[in-house]
């Protein structure tokens, strides 16, 4: 089949050749755009008086009915045509005869392929928010139940001082709504009309780029030609907001994994998203969390791929920058695929509370013990010292700090009082942490009804 850009050459493409430098095999994700594009194009080439009236409905026409066979199925690419710009144009020719020939005038695939994948990634941001607004949604519900259930803090991994459940779940809303404004913030910057760039240029036909921009709804022009038709930022910048929310669901499905371990016993996940070992039959394995923890590395490596890409490129175009889609493609497939799990788990999570509490007492509460003899005004580094001395002395009795008696509180200091007995309970001392932001009841019930509001729920 000849090609599009034959004139100059007398030899047939190898096939080697054609095969390595073909990209339909995965742009063809990108038709829906191209198609679209194309429109737009063709009525920015009537208005810029290239085309005539008739020409423009019939290539409209001819876009509209492949559109249509895309949606069917009935398209089949042609990997002599190395991509979806070339496939596209030349079913339009097939359909059109002669007159397809025009689709191409005063455009290059180099801003014509940039078009498409912004395109084509505001709309995969759109459906990602979504996501994770349903993600976040779940997190709330999940706050909203467990507001009286008391667990320790870890910091270290090792026990550290009690807080409600629904802080911790608060916790990752507010990484996950930072995940958002990263997307809503990528997506307000590489949301520009490219096309109108030509190859490397500018075009020398008048077309007017602001209507072109406002027919496929681009906020904004890109402001160079060069800029426009070697920049690919904009990918990056989308792959590291895909790396970083998988990074912090892959911190929550860690969580997770432990928790529903039998040696924490803090939370039951469903059964329909686990599976089992084949060897051994008290297994139930937390699959879902695993890969999405696991597929983490996908999402950096998508990243490190792309960004190695651009790395010492000369400007502008090169045919490099075709490596771009299938990065950007896994990693949009791969997060969407992580946040309908992780939703799932979240949705069918079952807590324990018995099992947190447990473990929310003895040494957990100490820091408080230290802080009590601040408050009676004692120094701190001193009370801590106490404090301190106060666990020793825990451990080689094998005792629990709930269990002393105020006499033995008085052996360590004259300042402990009936008060210090009245504080060991797990859900005194978190509801002190009253500071903006702590996790005291009212603090955290307020917090839950900022995240509400802010959700619409
Ligand atoms: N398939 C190409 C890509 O994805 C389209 C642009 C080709 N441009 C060119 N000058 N060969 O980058």
């Not at 069917?72 to 190395?82: A, C, F, M, N, P």
């Not at 999402?299 to 190695?308: D, F, S």
């Not at 005004?377 to 106490?386: K, Q, Y």
Request: hydrophobic residues 40%; negative net charge.
């Amino acid at each position: 089949m000849s090609k599009p850009w034959s004139g100059r050459f007398s030899e047939e493409t190898d096939e080697f050749v054609e095969e390595f430098t073909e990209s339909i095999s995965f742009d063809k994700e990108l038709a829906p755009e191209d198609i679209k594009q194309n429109i737009a194009h063709v009525k920015t080439l009537f208005k810029a008086g290239v085309i005539t009236e008739e020409e423009r409905d019939k290539l409209i026409e001819g876009l509209e009915s492949i559109r249509k066979e895309l949606k069917e199925g009935k398209v089949s690419w042609k990997r002599e045509l190395e991509d979806v710009h070339m496939n596209i144009e030349a079913l339009l020719t097939k359909k059109l005869g002669k007159v397809g020939g025009k689709l191409h005038t005063g455009r290059s695939r180099n801003d014509q392929v940039t078009t498409d994948e912004r395109l084509f990634l505001k709309k995969e941001i759109r459906e990602i928010l979504n996501l994770l607004k349903r993600l976040r949604v779940s997190l709330i519900k999940l706050a909203e139940s467990s507001l009286d259930i008391l667990l320790p803090a870890y910091t270290h991994l090792q026990r550290a001082q009690p807080i409600r459940l629904s802080h911790y779940f608060l916790a990752y809303r507010e990484m996950f709504l930072k995940d958002s404004e990263r997307f809503s913030d990528a997506y307000r910057r590489f949301d520009e009309l490219t096309l109108g760039s030509g190859a490397v240029a500018g075009v020398d036909f008048p077309l007017d780029r602001f209507f072109t921009a406002s027919e496929l709804g681009f906020n904004k022009l890109t402001r160079n030609s060069m800029y426009a038709t070697a920049d690919r930022d904009f990918i990056a910048e989308f792959l590291f907001c895909c790396a970083t929310a998988g990074m912090h669901l892959s911190r929550l499905s860690e969580d997770l994994i432990l928790w529903a371990s039998e040696e924490f016993n803090y939370v039951e996940l469903p059964d329909k998203l686990c599976t089992g070992s084949s060897i051994m039959p008290q297994k139930k394995n937390p699959d879902v969390l695993e890969l999405i923890r696991g597929k983490t590395g996908r999402l950096y490596g998508n990243l490190i791929n792309l960004l190695t890409l651009l790395k010492a490129l000369p400007m502008a175009y090169n045919r490099d920058l075709q490596e771009d889609k299938e990065p950007a493609f896994d990693s949009l497939r791969t997060l969407k695929g992580s946040l309908v799990g992780m939703i799932k788990v979240l949705e069918g999570l079952e807590v324990k509370p018995q099992s947190m509490r447990k473990n929310a007492g003895n040494f957990v509460l100490i820091t408080d013990v230290a802080n009590y003899l601040a408050q009676k005004g004692m120094p701190f580094r001193e009370a801590h010292e106490v404090a301190g001395k106060i666990v020793a002395y825990l451990i080689e009795k094998g005792k629990r700090l709930e269990d002393m008696s105020l006499e033995e509180f008085k052996a360590f200091s004259e300042l402990f009082d009936e008060g210090v007995l009245e504080l060991l309970k797990p859900e005194k001392i978190a509801d002190r942490r009253k500071t903006f932001g702590g996790t005291s009841k009212d603090e955290v019930l307020r917090i839950i009804e900022t995240a509400k509001r802010e959700e619409g729920i």
